[in-house]
């Protein structure tokens, strides 16, 4: 019943231009409410299902005010909260979407439109999988040993990112005394997360094996791309991440979200553009 009725709802199009009007770290995010005020709901209450499944990180919840008085208020957990099972209906899970949507949503984000799909649901073991944690939120400058410290992954995904030599070599012949790359990024990101440890690895192999030290800062963005202010003044960032390539004041080019091939080849596209 539960179910049932949330894709009612969502087919009449009642969730649309709602808010997540309660948002708690490490705890929901709520939505659902017509008013954007907690006390709002559809007019009815429908019975609670009590069920054996468990609040893990990624469970669909229906809020109540007490015993079946659920309507069309409903919470995501952000991370396991077993002293919510048995008292909450359990009605879904979070598929795909975590940690790119549900753990950015802030409190009075708006819901634009909810849509059933009604195609072959997912397997229960891919259901049930648990989402992945949360990347980290830092702002302001930072370093590769920073990074590689506490971001999730970006260890293992610069060993495992193999550059293309020829490239390397070449781009190491086209590197001079005041070149630069100034690097925003998002601890957050999935783009940052699967850019950035690329270029670790590209500037480490040009240090290593062809003994070329490019110089590189780093700059941890906020979500909105507005923070630190003071030190993304005039550089116009819209996506992270964004490599800006110099060549002493002058800017080359930048590299925005994803390259256009392999890392790179976009890189030495901007340091030897003649090539």
């Not at 781009?171 to 100034?182: G, K, T």
């Not at 979200?257 to 340091?271: C, I, V």
């Amino acid at each position: 019943m539960t179910t049932w009725n949330f894709t009612q709802l969502a087919k009449k199009k009642y969730f649309d231009n709602t808010s997540f009007m309660r948002v708690v770290p490490n705890f929901v995010i709520q939505g659902g409410d017509p008013r954007n005020d907690m006390n709002g709901g559809p007019g009815y209450a429908i019975r609670d299902e009590i069920n054996l499944q468990k609040y893990t990180r990624a469970a669909v919840g229906m809020a109540l005010s007490g015993p079946d008085t659920g309507g069309s208020q409903f919470f995501i957990t952000h991370s396991p909260q077993p002293h919510l099972d048995g008292g909450y209906t359990i009605f879904g899970r979070v598929f795909e979407g975590m940690a790119g949507v549900a753990d950015q949503t802030e409190r009075g984000d708006r819901v634009d439109t909810i849509t059933i799909d009604e195609h072959k649901p997912a397997s229960a073991a891919d259901v049930a999988a648990p989402q992945r944690v949360p990347l980290p939120l830092e702002i302001g400058r930072t370093s590769a040993e920073r990074l590689l410290k506490v971001v999730p992954d970006y260890e293992k995904r610069k060993s495992d990112y193999k550059p293309d030599a020829g490239e390397l070599e070449f781009m190491s012949s086209q590197i001079f005394e005041h070149d630069r790359v100034e690097v925003y990024l998002g601890t957050w990101c999935p783009d940052s997360l699967r850019e950035v440890p690329k270029f670790l690895k590209i500037v480490d192999e040009l240090k290593s094996k062809y003994g070329k030290d490019l110089a590189v800062s780093f700059y941890a963005l906020d979500r909105d791309k507005q923070k630190p202010a003071d030190l993304i003044a005039g550089k116009d960032i819209e996506k992270v991440a964004t490599f800006i390539v110099y060549r002493g004041d002058n800017e080359l080019g930048r590299i925005v979200e994803k390259p256009k091939g392999l890392l790179e080849d976009d890189l030495l596209a901007l340091l030897a553009p003649a090539r």
